[in-house]
């Protein structure tokens, strides 16, 4: 079962994206603790977060993924961010979220800036507590990114969300 904002990421995957899964790479990890700590000097007020496969050191898409949240300093953050980044990709002012994608050293990185901790940024967040914590559900995850190597991104998309969904809601799900 998939949360309303799920089904919309979901749609927003082009056809005919492909999954790239590799094998967990430290180099992939040194790049994004490089990249915080650059950000924490940049924006020294505001709260850095790393998630994804390069924080939890399990197979992926060798993506960093990286949200910052800003509070009070968000229209500031969001202008650093720019010099250093470039233009956005993204930028939801309903929400305020904004959205960079550049590659740092050959890794390709997912920058989310947000004003507040989002309640769907939470559950990654939890997800994460849960995944550093049992490295069953790490090796069952791992197992069900490779699986989908080569296949459909959505698809691949897809199996990562119920995983995730699974493990935070298992008497809903």
């Given at each position: 079962?998939?949360?309303?904002?799920?089904?919309e990421?979901?749609?927003?995957?082009?056809?005919?994206?492909?999954?790239?899964?590799?094998?967990f790479?430290?180099?992939?990890?040194?790049?994004?603790?490089?990249?915080?700590?650059?950000?924490?000097?940049?924006?020294?007020e505001?709260?850095?977060?790393?998630?994804?496969?390069?924080k939890?050191?399990i197979?992926?898409?060798?993506?960093?993924?990286?949200?910052v949240?800003?509070?009070?300093?968000?229209?500031?953050?969001?202008?650093?961010?720019?010099?250093?980044?470039?233009?956005?990709?993204?930028?939801?002012?309903k929400?305020?979220?904004?959205?960079?994608?550049?590659t740092?050293?050959?890794?390709?990185?997912?920058?989310?800036l947000m004003?507040?901790?989002?309640?769907?940024?939470?559950?990654?967040?939890d997800?994460?507590?849960?995944l550093?914590?049992?490295?069953?559900?790490?090796?069952?995850l791992?197992?069900?990114?490779?699986?989908?190597?080569?296949k459909?991104?959505?698809?691949?998309?897809?199996?990562?969300?119920?995983?995730?969904?699974?493990?935070?809601?298992?008497?809903?799900?």
């Amino acid at each position: 079962m998939l949360l309303k904002e799920q089904e919309e990421y979901l749609q927003a995957i082009p056809d005919g994206a492909i999954a790239h899964v590799h094998s967990f790479d430290e180099h992939a990890r040194e790049v994004a603790l490089r990249l915080i700590e650059d950000l924490k000097i940049a924006l020294p007020e505001a709260t850095i977060l790393h998630f994804g496969s390069t924080k939890t050191g399990i197979a992926g898409e060798n993506e960093i993924d990286i949200g910052v949240i800003a509070r009070d300093t968000f229209m500031t953050a969001k202008h650093t961010l720019s010099g250093m980044f470039g233009d956005p990709v993204l930028v939801d002012g309903k929400e305020h979220l904004v959205r960079w994608t550049p590659t740092r050293e050959g890794f390709p990185v997912e920058l989310f800036l947000m004003a507040k901790l989002s309640p769907r940024i939470q559950e990654y967040l939890d997800t994460q507590r849960l995944l550093e914590a049992r490295g069953d559900l790490r090796s069952q995850l791992e197992r069900l990114k490779f699986s989908f190597d080569g296949k459909s991104l959505r698809d691949y998309t897809k199996a990562k969300f119920e995983f995730f969904n699974s493990i935070l809601h298992p008497r809903v799900m």
